[in-house]
């Protein structure tokens, strides 16, 4: 191959590795933008009365694309499902690095992390209500996001633990502190879905803060709440 004959193959091949690279881009723009249709339908319809066409609708497409994409309901529903368990999961393990090492500030970032915006977002948590709540779709949630579920918990346990030894908390457990930080999380999550005026973020905060105080004050004063 002579310079001139490589010149060309050169750029014959950048020329396919960018159009490659551009039909990825879109293929991913797609499939995003049809996930956010979902997840706005199922917000509004719910998981059994939403169809393919509302989706298609939705995303301004036709439901040849999301079938290209999907191939069916059942595989843009749980493709939904993981996008929204990837982003808390991504979510979750940026609050955890960027959290100080202590082990109250690392709980004080994954409770402010439940109620951020981004997350305790009222369309989202109608499409996990929507798994929840319907019994043919909890095998989907399981298999999805049982394995975060239990990261979760174990994480939130073992910064209990730490700071029941650390403060030498009697009467209390990790597992039970746990268990009620999950239980109040979950329940401003319903608040948020079903009386979205009247939830109110900063004071959802301030009870997941005066529990904490409650049961770890040497680690949670009233005073650098407040601050």
């Known amino acids: 191959m002579n310079e001139y004959s490589f010149i060309l193959w050169h750029d014959s091949e950048m020329a396919t590795t960018a159009k490659s690279a551009k039909r990825t881009a879109t293929r991913e723009k797609r499939r995003r933008q049809l996930i956010d249709a979902a997840v706005k339908c199922i917000a509004r319809k719910g998981l059994g009365n939403t169809t393919i066409g509302d989706v298609a609708a939705e995303a301004g497409l036709s439901q040849g694309i999301v079938n ?95 700071l029941i030894a650390e403060g030498n908390y009697k009467g209390i457990s990790g597992a039970g502190v746990s268990t009620v930080l999950t239980s109040i999380t979950n329940g401003l999550w319903q608040t948020c879905l079903i009386s979205p005026k009247s939830f109110d973020r900063q004071q959802a905060m301030s009870a997941i803060n005066e529990y904490l105080q409650s049961i770890f004050p040497k680690h949670f004063p009233v005073n650098s709440i407040e601050d």
């Open 68 to 162: 290209l994409h999907f191939e069916s309901k059942d595989n843009l529903f749980h493709e939904t499902l993981r996008q929204l368990a990837d982003e808390y999961k991504m979510r979750f393990e940026s609050a955890m690095n960027k959290s100080r090492p202590l082990a109250a500030d690392r709980l004080q970032a994954l409770m402010e992390l439940d109620l951020s915006p981004s997350i305790c977002d009222r369309k989202k948590i109608a499409v996990w209500f929507a798994f929840w709540g319907e019994v043919k779709s909890r095998p989907t949630y399981r298999k999805i996001c049982e394995k975060l579920d239990e990261h979760y918990d174990e994480v939130t346990k073992g910064l209990c633990d730490e």
